[in-house]
């Protein structure tokens, strides 16, 4: 269970909502959730993950892997974000093939942060 | 040398960068460099954090602490930033309480991704 994929439940995405009702975030966790992890990958609930302005996010990370946040989600796209989670975890160091990316993922990246260990700059 | 700030060399922010000019991303780097890294932190170059619609971008992570990802920095911001980094590098936690982040920080985060050790949803 290397791979996480962190759902920000608390989002509002800009909307009004109202007491009692579910956050967007919620709405696109219990979506994914709804889905199921895919093999490797675990689901797992954040609240806020500072994107407010570009929300809903999730964000998919892995020790010694690039970490990845994606922006303006909602639950329609969990499928999506289900199949980009399951391509991250299935390559072996999380660099998924441009066009094996789900196309959320290819427009809506919000930032990527290299993995701990890396001492130079990419190539 | 636990944090590491990663700066994103090859950020254009959006402008036209002649050939043969710094892009703004290594305006940024050097001036950062020029300053010096903060006791516990390492200044690495990163070609590209995906979030070119923000640029200039840095990052900030270390093993077990939760990563930040901030935009819209140019070389103007480097002392903030250099200052914003050595607060999370002294920070036990790399949890800075609010107050003491540079502004910089607290309005132009992009993102933040949890350590990868965290079970459950943050309380």
């Known amino acids: 269970m290397a791979v996480t994929l962190h759902v920000c439940i608390t989002c509002k995405a800009g909307q009004t ?28 609930p954040v609240e806020c993950l500072s994107a407010c302005n570009n929300g809903c996010s999730v964000a998919l990370s892995a020790p ?7 922006g303006r989600m909602s639950q329609e796209n969990a499928k999506e974000i289900v199949a980009g989670a399951a391509a991250y975890a299935a390559a072996p160091d999380g660099l998924v093939p441009w066009r094996s990316r789900p196309e959320i993922f290819r427009k809506q990246s919000l930032a990527r942060i290299p993995p701990m260990s890396l001492p130079e700059a990419a190539e």
Chains 1, 2 share one sequence.
């Open 64 to 70: 010694g892997r690039w970490s990845y946040v994606y």
């Open 17 to 44: 909502v109202s007491e009692g009702q579910p956050t967007p975030g919620k709405l696109l966790h219990e979506a994914i959730a709804g889905i199921g992890a895919p093999e490797g990958v675990a689901i797992v």
